[in-house]
């Protein structure tokens, strides 16, 4: 494994897909192989069902969804949940070929072997669930308004173009050349709300309207994980490092779409 320091790499943990099999690495987006399993198929199984239920209970079509790959203690402060992604209420196909109702879960991963690029990848709620550290869900529902919006653009050929592969676990949403998961959700709501699928229109409106989390790493371990690892990048800052987090859009939907709420999901005692 190569060498980072402690809080980078565990940072580093951001955008890791669960039981997927389409990222494998050390890094942040990488799939549940080589992770610690902490919890059971069983527990993964009812606790996804219960996050499924609790979107659906809201009436949401579409929703963000975020996991928590490290415990708190663990990451930066100002950082709980470690990886978002859409969630969608669509028509599943089962391995039996039965089509039932359920969300599907719109991600971007980073790609086997190549921890500083990315993919979009289609996976479930047990597979999002699959390689936790702590089962808690964040949960973020946008207002009718923008959910409609949202479905109109995901899976769109404009949804992907505002994907940009670079990846960099410390992605900047201000500037273009890297990204991050949160980046790229913060980028498609912000498509949705403005209608527009212009990257440098909507890079304009985030650095007026969006406030970014702090990295709170000490400057000179950042500058050795980019020197030591591909994931991590330090060329689109300019200043103190800054990253989208899961309570940062949050923070901005409350302020700025009307009618949406965020929640947390715990598993049962």
Same mark, same amino acid.
């Given at each position: 494994?190569?060498? +980072?320091?402690?809080?980078?790499?565990?940072?580093?943990?951001?955008?890791?897909?669960?039981?997927?099999?389409?990222?494998?690495?050390?890094?942040?987006?990488?799939?549940?192989?080589?992770?610690?399993?902490?919890?059971?198929?069983?527990?993964? @199984?009812?606790?996804?069902?219960?996050?499924?239920?609790?979107? =659906?209970?809201?009436?949401?079509?579409?929703?963000? &969804?975020?996991?928590?790959?490290?415990?708190?203690?663990? &990451?930066?402060?100002?950082?709980?949940?470690?990886?978002?992604?859409?969630?969608?209420?669509?028509?599943?196909?089962?391995?039996?070929? *039965?089509?039932?109702?359920?969300?599907?879960?719109?991600? &971007?991963?980073?790609?086997?072997?190549?921890?500083?690029?990315?993919?979009?990848? $289609?996976?479930? %709620?047990?597979?999002?669930?699959?390689?936790? =550290?702590?089962?808690?869900?964040?949960?973020?529902? %946008?207002?009718?308004?923008?959910?409609?919006?949202? +479905?109109?653009?995901?899976?769109?050929?404009?949804?992907?173009?505002?994907?940009?592969? *670079?990846?960099?676990?410390?992605?900047?949403?201000?500037? +273009?050349? *890297? $990204?991050?998961?949160?980046?790229?959700?913060?980028?498609?709501?912000?498509?949705?709300?403005? $209608?527009?699928?212009? @990257?440098?229109? @909507?890079?304009?409106?985030?650095? *007026?309207?969006?406030?970014?989390?702090?990295?709170?790493?000490?400057?000179?371990?950042?500058?050795?994980?980019?020197?030591?690892?591909?994931?991590?990048?330090?060329?689109?800052?300019?200043?103190?490092?800054?990253?989208?987090?899961?309570?940062?859009?949050? #923070?901005?939907?409350?302020?700025? #779409?009307?009618?949406?709420?965020?929640?947390?999901?715990?598993?049962? $005692?």
């Amino acid at each position: 494994m190569t060498w +980072l320091p402690r809080t980078l790499l565990l940072l580093c943990l951001a955008c890791a897909p669960a039981l997927s099999a389409h990222a494998v690495g050390f890094s942040g987006s990488s799939s549940s192989a080589g992770e610690a399993i902490h919890f059971t198929p069983e527990q993964i @199984i009812k606790f996804a069902k219960k996050v499924e239920k609790a979107i =659906a209970a809201k009436g949401a079509r579409v929703a963000i &969804l975020a996991r928590m790959g490290r415990p708190p203690a663990e &990451l930066p402060n100002g950082m709980h949940f470690t990886h978002v992604a859409f969630a969608v209420y669509s028509e599943i196909t089962t391995r039996d070929g *039965r089509k039932v109702p359920g969300y599907a879960i719109h991600n &971007l991963y980073q790609e086997d072997g190549r921890p500083d690029v990315s993919s979009l990848v $289609q996976d479930f %709620p047990v597979d999002f669930f699959g390689g936790v =550290a702590v089962l808690e869900a964040g949960i973020l529902i %946008p207002s009718p308004e923008l959910q409609q919006r949202l +479905l109109g653009l995901i899976g769109t050929p404009g949804y992907n173009s505002l994907h940009d592969p *670079r990846y960099s676990v410390i992605a900047n949403p201000y500037t +273009l050349g *890297r $990204q991050n998961c949160t980046e790229f959700v913060l980028d498609v709501v912000n498509a949705s709300i403005y $209608q527009t699928d212009d @990257i440098g229109k @909507i890079k304009g409106i985030e650095k *007026r309207y969006f406030t970014a989390q702090k990295v709170n790493v000490n400057p000179f371990k950042l500058m050795l994980g980019s020197m030591f690892s591909n994931e991590v990048s330090l060329s689109d800052h300019d200043g103190d490092p800054a990253t989208a987090t899961f309570e940062t859009i949050s #923070d901005y939907l409350a302020k700025y #779409d009307q009618g949406s709420e965020s929640f947390a999901v715990l598993p049962d $005692q």
